[in-house]
């Protein structure tokens, strides 16, 4: 099969056109480096032409409300050249919960993109997935300084980028769902617990302190980033992971 990956350059999109190309398909990698652009169209008709599949891993280059504006544009240009070039599987990358949490600008922009793919002109499907295990330094980062880390205690069910990918693949290379396939991690942490976690395994001895204010996962509330029970649970554990990766 032929597939194009937009955003194929990153950390999900990489691994996704090389696993596909490992498997015998062709998968070719859209980006601004290779002169995409999903903001105005440009190349866009050249990197669909031919492909049956399209997966949209691109991301917002910002969490605010400008989000909102990258998301319709980007999902409307992209929803219209799949439609010249004949793409008969429209699949995106989006997050377990994003419609539960309209507090944050990003998971609000989420959404709009899953609605603009609903209501589209191409077969779809949407692969939701929990935060990632490789992101966890930058949310350490958001609210620490060099004594303290400051983190609330959010329910969140981690999973490895790598897993992230294998849930792509298997959708990607699937017939459309019409639907939602949802990933996560095995394992069901308190944000401030997965902190600590974390900085042992990195010989960090600054403390964290919870605070249900520190951050951009703040303003989430019960479980609504914890998968349902119909999800597909990832074989990595973060413990296991986080040693391996330091």
Same mark, same amino acid.
């Given at each position: @099969?032929?597939?194009?990956?937009? !955003? *194929?350059?990153?950390?999900?999109? =990489?691994?996704?056109?090389?696993?596909? &190309?490992?498997?015998?398909?062709?998968? =070719?990698?859209?980006?601004? /480096?290779? !002169?995409?652009?999903?903001?105005? *169209?440009? *190349?866009? #008709?050249?990197?669909?032409?031919?492909?049956?599949?399209?997966? &949209?891993?691109?991301?917002?280059?910002?969490?605010?409300?400008? =989000?909102?504006?990258?998301?319709?544009?980007?999902?409307? &240009?992209?929803?219209?050249?799949?439609?010249?070039? !004949?793409?008969?599987?429209?699949?995106?990358? /989006?997050?377990?919960?994003?419609?539960?949490?309209?507090?944050?600008?990003?998971?609000?922009?989420?959404?709009?993109?899953?609605?603009?793919?609903?209501?589209?002109?191409?077969?779809?499907?949407?692969?939701?997935?929990?935060?990632?295990?490789?992101?966890?330094?930058?949310?350490? /980062?958001?609210? /620490? #300084?060099?004594?303290?880390?400051?983190?609330?205690?959010?329910?969140?069910?981690?999973?490895? =980028?790598?897993?992230?990918?294998?849930?792509?693949?298997?959708?990607?290379?699937?017939?459309?769902?019409?639907?939602?396939?949802?990933?996560?991690?095995?394992?069901?942490?308190?944000?401030?617990?997965?902190?600590?976690?974390?900085?042992?395994?990195?010989? #960090?001895?600054?403390?964290?302190?919870?605070? #249900?204010?520190? !951050? @951009?996962?703040? %303003?989430?509330?019960?479980? %609504?980033?914890?998968?349902?029970?119909?999800?597909?649970?990832?074989?990595?554990?973060?413990?296991?992971?986080?040693?391996?990766?330091?």
């Amino acid at each position: @099969m032929k597939f194009t990956v937009i !955003g *194929g350059t990153g950390l999900i999109g =990489s691994q996704v056109v090389q696993k596909l &190309n490992a498997a015998g398909h062709q998968a =070719s990698p859209a980006a601004p /480096s290779t !002169g995409v652009d999903l903001i105005t *169209g440009q *190349g866009l #008709d050249q990197a669909l032409e031919g492909a049956e599949v399209v997966i &949209n891993l691109a991301n917002s280059p910002t969490f605010d409300d400008a =989000s909102l504006d990258f998301f319709r544009t980007s999902m409307t &240009n992209l929803l219209a050249a799949g439609e010249r070039a !004949g793409v008969r599987h429209q699949v995106i990358l /989006s997050i377990v919960g994003v419609d539960h949490v309209p507090q944050l600008d990003y998971y609000r922009a989420k959404t709009l993109q899953e609605e603009l793919l609903r209501q589209g002109p191409t077969p779809y499907s949407i692969v939701r997935a929990t935060q990632f295990f490789e992101f966890m330094d930058a949310v350490l /980062s958001w609210t /620490s #300084d060099d004594k303290t880390v400051r983190l609330p205690a959010t329910r969140i069910q981690p999973m490895a =980028s790598a897993d992230v990918v294998d849930a792509v693949v298997e959708v990607a290379t699937g017939d459309p769902l019409q639907g939602i396939h949802e990933v996560a991690g095995p394992d069901v942490f308190a944000l401030d617990e997965l902190g600590r976690v974390t900085l042992a395994a990195q010989k #960090d001895d600054r403390p964290v302190v919870t605070d #249900d204010r520190a !951050g @951009m996962f703040a %303003v989430v509330t019960g479980d %609504v980033l914890i998968a349902g029970p119909h999800a597909h649970l990832a074989p990595t554990h973060y413990r296991d992971w986080v040693q391996r990766a330091r």
